[in-house]
């Protein structure tokens, strides 16, 4: 077996650096980093533009024999999808249906020039149209009039909702752009997927509950607002009598068939050509029967209705609808381009390619703007039409640009065709699509018993999202989330380490029979980061560890030290060789309240008086101070990753409060950084001083063995670490010693 | 010099584990946990009924002789202060001024009993009166009608504020003594100091413009949301024409007197008995010279008027407040526990005693609700108050009562004295206690050169604060402060490590000259936990240190190695002795597209080929595959204080995918209770084995020479590391070849 021999010398960070030269590196300073960003140059300046306008580079590597074909049936099967989920995602959006297929169109012409993921089908997103539709009928209710907003007048409810959604969406599209722009792409970090997975999955219940009067042909005013979702539920069930038959035997005939040919779609994937388009063959088959058996008249079912031919004229966006829905627009930029981003990143690890999260921000942000003009609504992207166009073989935005053109064809030339198409089959699409969103709650069980912060994460930004709406869910959700991350670090697991007997190594004392602790010395463990929201804990940890509170020990020996000092002054106490001799017997008098108390915080001053007073021995005239066995502390500190201000002062005193009261400190195997940190923070002073750093436990335990000999002695079982250390002067070169199996367990 | 000398085995976690039996600990479960907490027995009973009356516990030890006369002093000193603050900080609440009386009666008589602070001084806080005043002023505006609530019929305005501020109060409470009764007193932990002092200094910003008013004798609107101070800012300077002189002399007067003798008291206090009463004493005269010139009708002076004897009947709150209040409620719940908490905590650490976080809330919770039923509003406590009441000579809660005894005989009896005094008067005073809050502002440019993160959290919350208001601007504050912590850890400085020379040392490579790096081995440290937010991260930087994309050279050895596959079935390729003889001489055409992506991220499948492909050779059949120098990381995972879920899968992720690429990945310095969790959330499968853990950097580094022995050899200077090895059977399945002058580092 392979052995381990080291011969060094001890080395604490001051002797290291002696001996070891540390390479000054030049730091960059903010105003480095910021002027290296300004920096312009022909390269950069042409790399700039390449990257706002991403659609020349790819183009350019465009393989139109390979790649062309795959891209046209992709791009027609997508197209096909998005016409469907243009109408159907409307619905959530509570706006007329054609306005869907202009928000399939718009956003997806400018996407193709500046997005630089080469899968996603850009377009409606479920999520986005129900917060849409939240603020729609906030600003615009069912029943009842509208908000009073100048821009309404003379406007027919459908239109006022127009204005509302692309008001909207213009204001997520500046805001998205704005992110763009000054590079803060970086904040979806913060949506871990934990909270992706419990929001998209509140937003399916939302969505399945949305969805629910049209598939049961019930007339159910749009609710927003925190609890929401409770109140349409109770309205659906007080008019639950009034269902319309045919509406849910359509809606379920669909639901089914889609179900089991997705899922047929799905488990023979690899021998299937393209996905059998299940959703669009049965929309054509609802068409035409609605058509033929006139069912709007005959069963009262509610159908989409006149589609406008042609796209309607340019529009400006509302500024008092800007004030009035800052506070929406902000999350529903955030989570359209999250869910964008994640599964724009999926495609881009599968196919190798990279994309730039910041121009993504820019690329949403301008189709928005642009959309917003054209009375489309937010655009993000569907999973499942995403999914559709990337199976049937897309290998660049080519494909999404001919999807644009199909809905382009339906919006000018046969929309009319889709008239008769009842609503509750659109609602029916919208509900077999959300299986994969609901699957989502199978995560639960699985978080929990993996890792129980995180299960509460999701948990609770679900309940939050389903009962106080999506917004100000994900905002809870968010909280709920940082807090998490808090309290991983907040109630660390501290432990007294010891050493393992003829090794330089140390674990927790309680976990091996084998160890050696040395007396006097405690070696204590800091598992995490010190911060605000610890450093108390930490403090409390270390004082149940020795077992005493420094401070208070501090302040007992400083009394004792007022009364050696007035005894001697009345001549009560008198110095011999021996130590100090009380001369009066009755017991001194508490004084505690005479004197400031401040003064009892400070260093035990001992200058003035004759003899040195030994704490640690029986001290005169019935005085009495806790005594404390401890000589040297040793603090590791390889797993504080960062310390914050409230963390360097609680530490400092803690260290001050040991020192004064004559117990070495030792910090070991502390970051290079967190170092340097605290030497520019003025935490060293005359009585913490960098001396105390060292590199590893066992440096600093052999160095306290060097200065506490005894420390060794004192317990059994002590040779193997004593002959570790040799207390003579060598010079600094290194031995290394060549060993045989000196232990062999085997 | 002592030396550093340690011979052993060479230990991975599994190794160590084998030689040194771990000792099972039972942990506690979560339900051991529970049962215990409610587990029942006499004297947990009995200390149970003594924490929640801790009256009982400091009265048994009061010693009358020494601590009654300070007390009484105490108390009078404090009555005297907290009769003029009541009235002054009712004016903040917008509420008339004997209102404030009632504060500061009835909830010091519950503290007394309830409270574990000696020395704090219970009643009406500036910032809660504040808070407590922005939603008076909302539901009972000063011009126009109240909120549409049934309570309110038939009350004169004054008569519904009260009810309002009263009603807020009771819930206050409520929310306080459930936060005690279900200890969740570790809350208050999340507001750090940097926190309290940014959110504190904005309110006394808030003060100073809401008294502004009472100075200037002008009549302004009180305005509650966002903006309002910048809105009253407005109204005041178009009303500015209109100020009383008389009112400002008055105040200017005062401010300075009082001012100036506050200075004198602190720069002398250890001289005088007891501090110079000035704001009492300039109270009595202000009344005087007030009544005996007839202010109000001479020079139109707001006076405070009628003060009513006596106290008044208690009264229900009233639930629809609640729901109007409920959001303004929680923050005054944590803001007046929070600041009450932390002036406590600084007097018992003085002092040396303990206060229990949770018994507080309950008797904060207590009072407020036992307030409220008799018109008191919010108590919490004033720094200026207590410090007189501890600076006094106060030793425990008797002061307190004998302050309340002092306000009840100003209620009871002598009150109508106070009628003729200006509000003027009391806004003064209350700017001069300002002082102490405003003077925080000096600590943000110490911040800033300290710590840049806390020195933003710092101004964030004070701005917020102050544009937002004080309920928002604390919860935008926390935000901050949360994600602040999670900043610190989002971009951890990773380093690639090398040995130091002849030592057992790693530091960072680019840190020191005299440092040796196998050849072909990379150590890779992580200096801070594993997280959602910053996994990707972690993982950018592995690869910008490993120098290519795992994943990219696992895809195109899979591709090649179907390539060569393809060929052998064709009979284009040939295997010979010394490798694959290719007989065809056309360039193999690229098909990348014809197969499925999927298959290529899995392992290498080199069963079905007649002989061994070496990958750093040169294929045949001008097949090109990236090479990989490496064939050993040791990722360093000493600063990895926690994983959560995110982290665990793309830790998974990317070790799989560099074990696929036959490099050897090893772990070193893993805590204890990660390896734990790492085991019991499934980590490890075939690819990934729980050996690849080692107990030290140094234990790996020897393991991975001990199987690559050509490592140590190919660079100079490396016999002091290598002669630390001594091989006694090795079975290396994978070798990689010995190259040179592949890497420079220097």
Chains 1, 2 share one sequence.
């Not at 009262?300 to 800007?322: T, W």
């Not at 001549?571 to 004197?595: A, I, Q, R, V």
Request: overall charge neutral; glycine content about 6%; aromatic content about 10%.
């Amino acid at each position: 077996m392979a052995q381990y021999v080291v011969a060094r010398n001890i080395y604490s960070e001051d002797k290291f650096n002696e001996e070891h030269e540390k390479i000054y590196r030049q730091r960059k300073t903010i105003i480095n980093h910021v002027t290296d960003y300004f920096r312009c140059n022909r390269r950069r300046v042409r790399s700039a533009a390449l990257s706002l306008l991403p659609v020349i580079s790819w183009l350019k590597i465009y393989r139109v024999k390979e790649w062309l074909l795959s891209d046209i049936v992709s791009g027609v099967s997508t197209g096909l999808v998005a016409v469907l989920q243009g109408l159907a995602y409307c619905l959530l959006a509570s706006l007329p249906p054609w306005y869907g297929l202009f928000s399939a169109f718009f956003p997806v012409i400018i996407y193709f020039f500046l997005g630089t993921s080469r899968h996603i089908s850009v377009g409606p997103f479920p999520v986005l149209c129900l917060m849409i539709g939240s603020v729609v009928t906030r600003i615009v209710p069912d029943e009842g009039p509208p908000m009073n907003i100048t821009g309404f007048e003379g406007l027919s409810r459908d239109d006022q909702r127009v204005l509302v959604a692309s008001s909207l969406t213009f204001l997520t599209g500046i805001m998205q752009l704005a992110m763009g722009v000054f590079q803060v792409g970086f904040v979806v970090l913060y949506l871990s997927d934990t909270l992706v997975s419990g929001f998209t999955t509140a937003a399916a219940v939302h969505i399945l509950v949305s969805q629910l009067k049209f598939v049961l042909g019930l007339t159910v005013p749009g609710l927003s607002g925190p609890l929401s979702l409770v109140y349409t539920l109770e309205i659906i069930f007080t008019r639950i009598g009034s269902t319309n038959v045919c509406d849910v035997v359509i809606s379920l005939v669909i639901i089914v068939l889609v179900f089991v040919v997705k899922e047929l779609n799905d488990r023979y994937k690899s021998k299937l050509p393209v996905p059998i388009p299940i959703e669009v063959i049965m929309t054509v088959i609802a068409c035409g029967v609605s058509y033929a058996f006139d069912f709007t008249t005959k069963y009262g079912i509610e159908v989409v209705g006149v589609i406008p031919k042609g796209y309607e004229s340019p529009m400006a966006p509302n500024i008092e609808i800007f004030q009035e829905t800052a506070m929406e627009a902000f999350p529903m930029a955030i989570v359209g381009f999250a869910v964008a981003f994640s599964v724009a990143k999926v495609y881009s690890v599968k196919h190798d390619y990279t994309i730039d999260g910041n121009q993504e921000l820019i690329a949403f942000g301008v189709s928005n703007v642009f959309g917003a003009s054209f009375k489309a609504f937010a655009a993000s992207t569907a999973l499942s039409r995403s999914a559709v166009q990337e199976s049937t073989g897309g290998k660049t935005q080519v494909a999404g640009l001919l999807s644009a053109l199909i809905v382009m064809v339906v919006t000018l030339a046969i929309g009319f065709l889709l008239e008769p198409l009842p609503k509750s089959v659109l609602g029916a699409v919208v509900i077999v699509n959300l299986k994969g969103m609901l699957m989502q709650f199978r995560e639960v069980p699985y978080l929990w018993r993996r890792d129980k912060p995180d299960c509460v994460v999701w948990i609770g930004t679900c309940l939050a999202s389903i009962l106080l709406g999506l917004d100000l869910g994900l905002a809870v959700g968010l909280g709920i989330e940082l807090v998490s991350v808090v309290l991983r670090a907040q109630f660390p697991r501290c432990s007294v380490l010891a050493n393992i007997k003829g090794t330089d190594l140390y674990k927790d004392r309680k976990d091996y029979l084998d160890v050696f602790e040395p007396e006097g010395v405690k070696m204590f463990r800091i598992p995490s980061p010190l911060f605000f929201a610890n450093i108390d804990f930490f403090r409390n940890k270390l004082v149940e560890a020795l077992g005493f509170n420094p401070l208070r020990v501090l302040r007992k020996r400083n009394k004792a030290l007022r009364r050696i000092r007035r005894l001697l002054k009345r001549g009560e106490l008198h110095c011999t060789p021996k130590g100090y001799l009380n001369t009066s017997c009755e017991p001194f008098k508490d004084l505690e309240d005479e004197d400031s108390a401040e003064d009892l915080d400070l260093p035990t001053d001992l200058k003035d008086l004759p003899i040195r007073v030994d704490w640690s021995a029986e001290l005169p005239a019935h005085i009495s101070v806790p005594r404390v066995d401890l000589h040297s502390l040793v603090l590791d500190f390889a797993a504080v990753s960062f310390l914050d201000i409230s963390a360097l002062k609680g530490l400092k005193t803690t260290l001050k409060e040991l020192i004064r009261i004559e117990v070495e400190v030792y910090i070991v195997a502390c970051d290079p950084y967190i170092l340097e940190k605290l030497h520019s923070c003025c935490f060293f002073d005359d009585e913490v001083t960098p001396s105390i750093f060292f590199l590893t436990l066992h440096d600093a335990m052999l160095h306290v063995l060097e200065r506490h000999p005894e420390a060794a002695h004192s317990k059994t079982h002590v040779n193997k670490i004593v002959t570790t250390v040799t207390v003579h002067h060598t010079n600094n070169s290194v031995r290394s010693r060549d060993r045989n199996g000196v232990e062999t367990h085997f």
